[in-house]
């Protein structure tokens, strides 16, 4: 049985927002269940490693809670996020421009290195 969940979402847009949730609460469930749970933002998905970005959407529209608070609360749950580093170019990021809960930068060979040498299971979004 694999130790750790890689959740690499590339082909989530955060314009859509109904999408973003799943993914989250996924891995806070995943973390819960005492898995090792890695969140790669990389392609459009990056942008949500931003500021401000995640705070102004929401999964459901009238809902109080932001697609941020789910990142929060994974967060809490143990999950650590990662920017790929392609993503400070694309949306004219900096390191201090990432949000709290963003543990660093890593590049694509950080996601091949994990998948290939360790005991991962992936899911993509």
């Known amino acids: 049985m694999a130790d750790k969940l890689m959740i690499v979402m590339v082909n989530t847009d955060p314009k859509n927002a109904a999408e973003l949730g799943a993914p989250f609460f996924q891995a806070a469930v995943a973390a819960?269940?005492?898995y090792e749970v890695e969140v790669i933002l990389t392609a459009r998905a990056g942008e949500l490693a931003k500021k401000g970005v995640a705070e102004k959407l929401h999964v459901k529209e009238g809902s109080p809670k932001t697609v941020y608070d789910f990142i929060k609360d994974a967060h809490e749950a143990g999950v650590k996020f990662y920017c790929c580093s392609p993503n400070l170019d694309l949306f004219e990021m900096k390191e201090s421009d990432l949000i709290p809960e963003c543990s660093g930068i890593v590049g694509?060979?950080?996601?091949?290195?994990e998948i290939m040498e360790s005991d991962c299971k992936v899911l993509t979004y």
Do not use: F, Q, R, V
């Open 32 to 34: 819960a269940m005492d």
């Open 108 to 113: 694509g060979a950080h996601l091949i290195e």
